[in-house]
C-alpha cells in the first residue's frame, strides 16, 4: 500500500462512518498530513463544515452543539491537555477523538477522567503521523532539523526531542504497511545508531504485540542513513520540474506561495502541486526544464482550442454544452495558468542568477574529475558579478568537497576570495561544512574513486557521453539502492540490529535520511519503482531540502556549535 492512499484510507474512515454536520480538528502537524492527501472540496463532501487548530477551539466559547467534532492529532501531552480543557466545557455536540500515533495508558485514563459528560464517543489509533508528499516519499517536517549535526552533549533534551519525532514517524509508516521490519544503520552515523536502536526496542520490545503481523517470507528493510554521507544533492541546482520548483521557489505540502510575484489574481498566489490532483504536474514532476516547456505550449495550444470551441455557441443545445463542460474549462483554465506562471518565473530567476553557467561548473565539480580546470571554472564564477552571493558559497562548498585532500592551497585561496566577494558569508562555514561531512566523516563512495567498479562505470560514462549536461548527476541514494537490489549492501559499513537479519532480498524497502531527502532523490527512488526489479523503496526524512534550507540548516548547527562550550 502507497503512502498517500494509507493517508487517505485514514482519512476516510474517521469521517465516513460519523453521520451529519462535523468539524475536523487538528493539530499543527496533523493539517500537514491531512492537507496533503485530502483536498478542501473532499472534505466538504463528507460534511466537514468546519477546520479547526485544537489550541484554538479552547479559546473560544461559541458553543456549536449542532456539529460532531472528529479531532485528529498527535499523541502529546500538549494535546491531551488541550482535550482535557476542551471535554470539561465542551464546545461541541459529540467528540470522536483519533490519534497519529500510539497512545499511553496514562494518556487514556487522562481523557477518560475528563469526560464526565461522557461525550465522547471513540478513541482510536490511526497511524498517519507522516505527511505523504508523494506515493514513494515522505516527510516529518522537523522545525529543528540542524539537530542532526550536533554532538549529543550539546542539547541532549532538543536532540532526544528530534529522535523521537524520527522514531515516532517511521514506526507509523510500519504500522500503516502492516510490516515489522529489520532494520540496519549507517555505520559512520552516531545519530542513525540512536534512532534505529530506539526504533527497534519500540517494535521488539515495548509494542511487540502491535507489530505482531503476518509475516512476509522476506522482512521489510529500514535503513536509516545521515544526510552528512551526500551533502552535494542538496547543494546541487536542479533541472526537473518538481526539483526545479523546490529549489528556485519553495514547495511547502505540496503548496507553491507565490504572493511575491506582483499582478497575479488572487486565486494564483498560492496553489497546488500535487501528483494525486494534476494530471500535467503527474506527468511532468520528473521531466527535464526543456522538455516542460514544450509540453506546457502544447498544453496553451489545447486549451486555445477548447476557448475558441466555446466562442462559438449560437444554439440552445451549444449554450447547454458549454455549461455542462464550464467546470472542466474553468479547472483547466487554472491549470494552464498556474504552470505557464511558474515556468515563467523560473526561466526569470534561471536568467538573472545565470543559472546555466553556474549549473554546468557544480554539475562538473558533481561528476568529473579534473581540479585544474575546476578550480579554474570556480575562480571565474567567483569574479562574474551577476553571479549571486548564494551561487558563490554553493560553488566552494562543491569545489571544498571534491578537492579537500587534493588541493588545500588553492583552497584557501577560494575561501579567501568567497569572504572578500561575499562578506555575508562568514568564513568558517565551508570548513564547517568539510567538519561535518569531509571525505573522512563519509561511508558510501560520494564520486565514484574509491571503488573499483565505480570508477570503471566512471569512465564508461565518460566515453558514452552525457545525454544532458545539468542532469548527469545521481545521488548517492542511487547507488545504495542499487546495492540492495544486487544485495551487495555491506554489513561492515550498515549493520544490522539485534539479532534480526534478513534472509534473502527483501521486497519493501524504507530508506530515512536524517536531516532530509530531496526532491532529487524522490526522482530516482520513484524511476527505481517505475523499473520493476521486483523491490518497492519508499524514501523518508525529517524535512525535505533545498539549497537554501540545507545551508539554513549548516549555520544554525554552527552558530550553536560556536557557542556552546561543550563541543566535542
Known amino acids: 500500500m502507497v503512502l498517500v492512499s494509507a ?5 476516510n474512515r474517521m469521517l465516513q462512518d460519523i453521520s451529519g454536520m462535523k468539524v475536523l480538528v487538528l493539530d499543527s502537524q496533523t493539517v500537514s498530513v491531512v492537507s496533503v492527501a485530502y483536498s478542501q472540496s473532499e472534505l466538504l463532501k463528507k460534511e466537514v463544515f468546519l477546520v479547526e487548530v485544537v489550541d484554538s477551539i479552547s479559546k473560544s466559547r461559541e458553543s456549536m452543539s449542532h456539529l460532531k467534532a472528529v479531532c ?26 483519533f490519534f497519529s500515533n500510539i497512545l499511553k495508558d496514562t494518556q487514556i ?7 464526565e459528560l461522557e461525550i465522547v464517543q471513540q478513541v482510536q489509533e490511526f497511524y498517519a503521523d507522516f505527511v505523504a508528499i508523494d506515493p514513494f516519499h515522505f516527510t516529518l517536517n522537523i522545525p529543528s532539523n540542524h539537530m542532526y549535526m550536533l554532538p549529543a552533549v550539546v542539547d541532549p533534551p532538543r536532540l532526544q526531542q528530534f529522535c523521537d519525532r524520527v522514531v515516532d514517524g517511521v514506526t507509523a509508516v510500519f504500522l500503516a504497511m502492516k510490516r515489522r521490519p529489520v532494520i540496519r544503520y549507517q555505520r559512520t552515523s552516531d545519530i542513525a ?13 515495548q509494542e511487540s504485540g502491535l507489530f505482531d503481523f503476518r509475516r512476509t517470507e522476506v522482512a521489510p528493510l529500514l535503513l536509516i542513513i545521515d544526510r552528512r554521507d551526500d551533502p552535494v544533492t542538496p547543494l546541487l541546482n536542479q533541472w526537473t520540474y518538481q526539483a526545479m520548483v523546490h529549489e528556485l521557489i519553495g514547495i511547502e505540502d505540496n503548496k507553491v506561495d507565490l504572493r511575491s510575484i506582483e499582478k497575479l489574481p488572487k486565486d494564483q498566489q498560492e496553489v497546488v502541486l500535487s501528483s494525486e ?7 511532468n514532476m520528473y521531466e527535464n526544464f526543456g522538455d516542460i516547456g514544450m509540453n506546457i505550449k502544447r498544453m496553451v495550444d489545447e486549451f486555445q482550442q477548447l476557448a475558441k470551441s466555446n466562442q462559438n455557441i449560437q444554439t440552445i443545445e451549444d449554450m447547454a454544452k458549454f455549461v455542462d463542460n464550464y467546470p472542466e474549462y474553468r479547472k483547466m483554465h487554472g491549470n494552464v495558468s498556474k504552470h505557464v506562471t511558474l515556468v515563467t518565473e523560473m526561466s526569470k530567476i534561471v536568467e538573472a542568477r545565470k543559472l546555466m553557467v553556474v549549473s554546468e561548473t557544480e554539475q562538473e565539480l558533481a561528476c568529473n574529475g579534473g581540479q585544474v580546470a575546476a578550480f579554474e571554472a570556480v575562480t571565474n564564477l567567483l569574479n562574474n558579478e551577476n553571479v549571486s552571493d548564494i551561487d558563490r558559497l554553493r560553488l566552494v562548498m562543491l569545489y571544498a568537497l571534491r578537492y579537500e585532500k587534493e ?11 568567497l569572504a572578500a566577494r561575499s562578506a555575508k558569508y562568514k568564513p568558517g562555514l565551508v570548513q564547517f561544512l568539510l567538519k561535518q561531512a569531509g571525505v573522512d566523516k563519509r561511508t558510501g563512495d560520494l564520486y565514484g574513486n574509491r571503488d573499483f567498479l565505480n570508477i570503471a562505470r566512471n569512465m564508461a560514462r565518460g566515453l558514452k557521453g552525457v545525454e544532458n549536461v545539468y542532469t548527469q548527476h545521481q545521488p548517492l541514494l542511487f547507488q545504495t539502492m542499487e546495492s540492495i537490489i544486487k544485495g551487495r549492501l555491506r554489513d561492515v559499513d550498515y549493520p544490522f540490529i539485534g539479532n534480526h537479519f534478513q534472509q534473502g532480498r527483501p521486497q519493501e524497502v524504507v530508506i530515512f535520511i536524517v536531516g532530509g531527502t530531496t526532491y532529487e532523490e524522490s526522482r530516482s527512488v520513484a524511476l527505481q519503482n517505475a523499473s520493476n526489479v521486483g523491490i518497492r523503496f519508499i524514501l523518508g526524512g525529517s524535512v525535505i531540502l533545498n539549497s ?20 566535542v
Open 193 to 205: 545508531k540512536r534512532i534505529a536502536q530506539e526504533a527497534s526496542k519500540l517494535m521488539y520490545q
Open 407 to 417: 588541493s588545500p592551497v588553492q583552497l584557501m585561496q577560494l575561501f579567501n576570495k
Open 7 to 11: 493517508v487517505r484510507d485514514y482519512v
Open 109 to 115: 485514563h487522562v481523557l477518560a477522567d475528563s469526560d
Open 72 to 97: 485528529f492529532l498527535r499523541p502529546t501531552s500538549e494535546n491531551v491537555q488541550h482535550l482535557r480543557r476542551q471535554l470539561a466545557s465542551p464546545r461541541f455536540g459529540e467528540y470522536h477523538l
Open 548 to 567: 537554501r534550507r540545507f545551508l539554513k540548516d549548516l549555520e544554525e548547527a554552527q552558530r550553536i556549535a560556536r557557542s556552546s562550550t561543550n563541543m
Open 277 to 283: 490532483q494534476d494530471a500535467f504536474f503527474k506527468a
